[in-house]
């Protein structure tokens, strides 16, 4: 069992950078891939950026590629995402998960979520 709890989101001005963390429990952290995933309102959840469990691949969305970092310490338990050049249009609930299979960008490959953290971009 893994438990997952974000951090780290609010409210910026476009243009501007935010860092969210992940922090999980449980001592077999490392061995789980682990995703961000974004939803806005009215919108279905889709999938922002991925990492393998040895941090040493990382996949990410064409919408954020070039502006968003994903990358983890599993001395610490935790996954991050680095958003710079933030945009109103990313204004959305971030949500971390975990995959104790391969990595992926497909939302129902994920075996635990976390409850999310809003992030609003103004314009």
């Known amino acids: 069992q893994v438990q997952l709890v974000e951090s780290g989101g609010g409210l910026v001005q476009a243009g501007g950078s935010l860092r969210l963390s992940c922090a999980a429990s449980g001592r077999t952290f490392s061995s789980y891939a682990m995703g961000w995933f974004r939803q806005a309102p009215g919108k279905e959840r889709e999938f922002v950026a991925a990492i393998r469990w040895n941090g040493g691949s990382t996949y990410y969305a064409d919408s954020v590629k070039g502006r968003f970092t994903i990358s983890r310490d599993n001395a610490k338990n935790t996954v991050y995402l680095q958003m710079n050049s933030l945009k109103p249009e990313d204004t959305a609930v971030y949500y971390c998960?975990?995959?104790?299979?391969?990595?992926?960008?497909?939302?129902?490959?994920?075996?635990?979520w976390g409850q999310g953290t809003q992030v609003t971009v103004s314009s």
């Open positions: 998960a975990a995959s104790g299979g391969v990595v992926s960008t497909t939302e129902r490959l994920y075996d635990y």
